[in-house]
C-alpha cells in the first residue's frame, strides 16, 4: 500500500491545489499541520541563523538542514535519510514523490510566515527538510584520488559551499578541510553549493600535522596558492607542470595560507592580477585556479 492509500484509509489529507477546476492535481502525502511557532516537533529548524547554536545542535542531534527542492532531492538521492520536512502548502507537489517515499518521515506543514518565525529567516524557497548526517569519511579514503582541494581554516560557511561547488563543477574529484574550517553540512553551505556537498566527495583533515607528508607519500603534488614572492603565474605553471596527482591548497581571504604549509608545498603559485588589486576573494580565486589546474 502506498503512502498515500495508507493516508486515505486513516482519514489522512488530500490537498486539492489552486487551479484544480482547470487541471486536476491531487497530492497525498502524511501531513502535520502546525501553528504554533513554539511546536516542540520543530526543535531541528529553531533559529537557523543561529551559527553557533546551530553547530551545536546539529552535532548533539547528528542531523543538518537542507533547503530548497533541488538541494533536498540531491540530499535524499545520495542516501541522507529524512528525520522530517517543514514546508509551506505550495511546495508539497514538487516534492509528492521524495515525501512518498517514506510515510513514517513527519511533513510538517506551516505558513510561510511561521516558518520565517522559527527559522528566524525568509524560507523563500519554502522546503526545508532535516536529514541524518553520515559518519564522515577520513581523509585516507581520498588520498586515491587524482585532484584534490584543500582549505584551510576558511570559517565562512558560504565560501566552503561555493569551493565545494567550484571543484565539483570544474572535474576536481574531492575536497579536504582543515579541523577549524566551516562545516559543508551547514545549510548556507549547502545551499551555495547546490547539494554537490552530496555528490562530491570530502573529508575533514583531523591530523593537521601529519597532512602534508600524507599527501606527498600519497604522490601529490602540493601546491600553494599564495602570495609569496616566489610564487609563480598560474598559467606559467599549468603550461609547465601537469603532475597525475595534485593537491591545490587555499587559505583564508585575510590571512592566507599559513607558513608552515606554504614552505612545505611543493610550490607556490599565484593569480596575475591588474589595476591595484592584489587577490581574488577565495571562491572566485579557487575557480580560476581549477579551472587551470584541473
Not at 502524511?30 to 537557523?48: E, G, K, N, T
Not at 538541494?71 to 508539497?92: K, Q
Amino acid at each position: 500500500m502506498t503512502a498515500a492509500a495508507r493516508i486515505a484509509s486513516r482519514k489522512g489529507s488530500i490537498l486539492s491545489l489552486p487551479g484544480a477546476a482547470t487541471r486536476a492535481t491531487l497530492v497525498a502525502v502524511p501531513l502535520v499541520p502546525i501553528d504554533d511557532p513554539s511546536d516542540p516537533r520543530l526543535a531541528d529548524y529553531v533559529s537557523l541563523r543561529d551559527v553557533s547554536l546551530r553547530r551545536s545542535l546539529e552535532s548533539e542531534r547528528g542531523l543538518f538542514i537542507a533547503e530548497g527542492e533541488k538541494v533536498i532531492r540531491r540530499a535524499v538521492s545520495a542516501g541522507h535519510r529524512p528525520r522530517s520536512f517543514l514546508l509551506a502548502e505550495r511546495w508539497l507537489p514538487g516534492l509528492a514523490d521524495i515525501l512518498d517515499a517514506d510515510a513514517s518521515v513527519p511533513v510538517y506543514v506551516v505558513s510561510e510566515a511561521l516558518a520565517e518565525a522559527v527559522t528566524g529567516f525568509h524560507v523563500h524557497r519554502g522546503a526545508l527538510a532535516s536529514l541524518h548526517r553520515a559518519e564522515p569519511a577520513p581523509m585516507a579514503s581520498l588520498l586515491g584520488l587524482s585532484r584534490l582541494m584543500l582549505a584551510e581554516d576558511i570559517v565562512d560557511h558560504t565560501n566552503v559551499g561555493a569551493i565545494i561547488r567550484n571543484a565539483a563543477g570544474l572535474g576536481w574529484d574531492g575536497v579536504l578541510l582543515s579541523p577549524r574550517a566551516a562545516d559543508p553540512l551547514y545549510r548556507r553551505s549547502v545551499k551555495v553549493s547546490m547539494g554537490t556537498v552530496f555528490s562530491l566527495p570530502w573529508a575533514r583533515v583531523d591530523d593537521w600535522a601529519t597532512a602534508i607528508p600524507a599527501l606527498q607519500s600519497s604522490g601529490f603534488v602540493v601546491v600553494a596558492l599564495a602570495l609569496t614572492p616566489d610564487a609563480v603565474a598560474l598559467d606559467e605553471f599549468a603550461a609547465r607542470s601537469r603532475p597525475e596527482k595534485l593537491c591545490l591548497v587555499v587559505g583564508t581571504e585575510g590571512e592566507g595560507l599559513s607558513r608552515r604549509w606554504i614552505e612545505q608545498a611543493d610550490a607556490r603559485v599565484q593569480i596575475p592580477m591588474s589595476h591595484g588589486v592584489d587577490s581574488l576573494n577565495v571562491a572566485a580565486a579557487t575557480a580560476i585556479a581549477c579551472y587551470a589546474l584541473r
